[in-house]
């Protein structure tokens, strides 16, 4: 596909370039051809004309300039200035008609123009109506004249000078360009060859300042598509093409935002949808729990009371039923007050009553509680306490967590077991562990542990009071305390573990 995409680019470069050079070559030959076409039918009359016209207003300034100067001297060093300045010669006739001044007075060294001025006068002066008819008219007369003899042409502007009553004849030669005319045709060969290399040249350069920046716009632009946005195109000009690039990389930075937005969002979105599953889940497990913790409770009140309102039970077996309504309804009490506690631990407004307390006190005092049940199931207690540690936390929440524990071991150890309660201190936090003797618990269950009403063993003693809520408790606690807890396997038993501050 990436190949595919290449090639068309290239492709794409070869037609630019391609285009540009017709269309270059085109115009460059057609303005050629225009100029050589203009040269060859046009410019021996527009150069015939042009050179008429510049001697005719030229020879009318001659006549201004003449009336104004005094003196034979002075004429004189006019028109010799103005032959020089216009590559023309001057002849003027008297009112007589006969040559007042040449530009050659010596017939030795009568020039070509000089004849050329006699056999123009002799033609003005053959018929002297024409000629006082011109002279009294004052109007300029331009031509060009043909000297046979000499197979030259000649321009002659004759003026009328009212007056001095004269005739100023000025005499220019029309060089011929014909031939030049034709050289230039034959120099439009290499013409021809120049615009061909030239039109390469500027394809060339035309081909870098366009195809080359729309070829990293194009890459630019594919990469966009692709939704990768790390590509950006260097500006290097203040054109249209870089405007272009200037536009698309801020459409390229405001798309990547965009979409990283969207994503954010989705991501958002996505942890919202798994939040909200996850509190479904978790509420109706809370249902499930509490109906099945509740449900063993009610049905004895209930069997109970019934059985004592229709005096099924006498003397002592009523007091008995009478205990075990009231042991069962101090068990619901219980599971209420855990429900209350969890709720507040998780909705985060359960306060902390933090101070300072000795936590090897608080061991020893929590574990006395149940020496009793120690000895009925023959448990060998072991504790292993520094003496004088003080630790930072709230002392009946700690208590608890410690409760919480101790019945959970007692819960899983077999009669002549073993529980261990220890403490190790390091650094600046002491850790407190408790073991107990039994089977271990299942890898994949280790996490599960600390959830609300998950059990281990499903059909365990309620001798104790579990109401599957101590350890979820526990758990938010140790949470408050930002405390290092977890549960571990060992070798012929679990470990349990939390740590709190010590306060040096």
Not at 129 to 140: D, H, I
Request: aromatic share 10%; charged share 25%.
């Amino acid at each position: 596909m990436k190949i595919h995409r290449m090639h068309i680019v290239s492709e794409i470069n070869k037609s630019i370039a391609k285009k540009i050079f017709i269309i270059t070559l085109i115009f460059l030959v057609i303005f050629t051809s225009c100029i050589l076409i203009f040269e060859t039918l046009f410019f021996q009359k527009f150069y015939t004309n042009w050179k008429m016209s510049t001697l005719e207003k030229n020879a009318q300034k001659l006549e201004e300039s003449y009336n104004k100067a005094d003196g034979d001297e002075k004429i004189s060093e006019l028109i010799t200035s103005f032959q020089d300045n216009n590559s023309s010669r001057v002849g003027i006739l008297d009112k007589n008609g006969y040559l007042k001044f040449s530009s050659n007075s010596d017939p030795r060294e009568e020039s070509l123009s000089v004849r050329v001025i006699r056999e123009a006068m002799n033609e003005v002066t053959s018929e002297p109506g024409a000629f006082a008819e011109m002279k009294k008219s004052g109007t300029v007369k331009t031509y060009i004249f043909k000297n046979n003899s000499f197979d030259t042409k000649t321009i002659i502007s004759i003026v009328p000078n009212k007056q001095k009553n004269e005739v100023i004849f000025v005499v220019s030669s029309l060089q011929p360009i014909s031939e030049a005319s034709a050289v230039i045709q034959k120099i439009f060969v290499y013409i021809y060859i120049f615009v061909f290399a030239l039109t390469i040249l500027l394809s060339f350069i035309y081909s870098n300042m366009i195809a080359k920046p729309l070829i990293k716009l194009n890459k630019t632009a594919s990469k966009m598509a692709k939704m990768d946005f790390s590509e950006k195109y260097t500006v290097d000009s203040q054109d249209e093409l870089g405007n272009l690039g200037t536009t698309l990389n801020f459409l390229s930075e405001n798309l990547d935002g965009a979409l990283k937005s969207l994503r954010s969002a989705n991501l958002k979105l996505l942890g919202d949808i798994q939040k909200e599953r996850s509190l479904e889940k978790m509420r109706r497990e809370f249902v499930g729990g509490i109906s099945h913790e509740l449900k063993t409770p009610i049905s004895l009140i209930e069997g109970y009371a019934e059985g004592i309102k229709d005096d099924v039970f006498q003397g002592d077996d009523k007091d008995y039923y009478v205990d075990v309504i009231i042991d069962e309804a101090k068990k619901m009490g219980v599971l209420v007050s855990d429900m209350l506690d969890l709720a507040q631990l998780e909705n985060g407004n359960f306060k902390l009553r933090l101070q300072g307390f000795y936590i090897d006190k608080l061991l020893n005092v929590t574990t006395k509680k149940y020496y009793t049940i120690f000895n009925s199931k023959k448990i060998d207690v072991k504790l292993n306490l520094d003496n004088g540690v003080l630790v930072y936390g709230d002392t009946m929440r700690i208590e608890q967590v410690l409760t919480n524990f101790i019945t959970n071991a007692i819960r899983h150890t077999e009669e002549n077991g073993s529980i261990e309660i220890a403490m190790k201190e390091k650094r600046d936090k002491v850790y407190v562990i408790v073991k107990n003797s039994g089977e271990s618990i299942p890898e994949g269950d280790l996490v599960k542990i600390w959830d609300k009403f998950f059990k281990i063993d499903k059909s365990r003693n309620r001798n104790l009071g579990g109401t599957g809520l101590g350890l979820a408790i526990t758990k938010n606690i140790l949470l408050l305390h930002n405390s290092d807890f977890g549960i571990e396997n060992y070798l012929g038993g679990v470990s349990f573990y939390f740590s709190l501050n010590k306060i040096k």
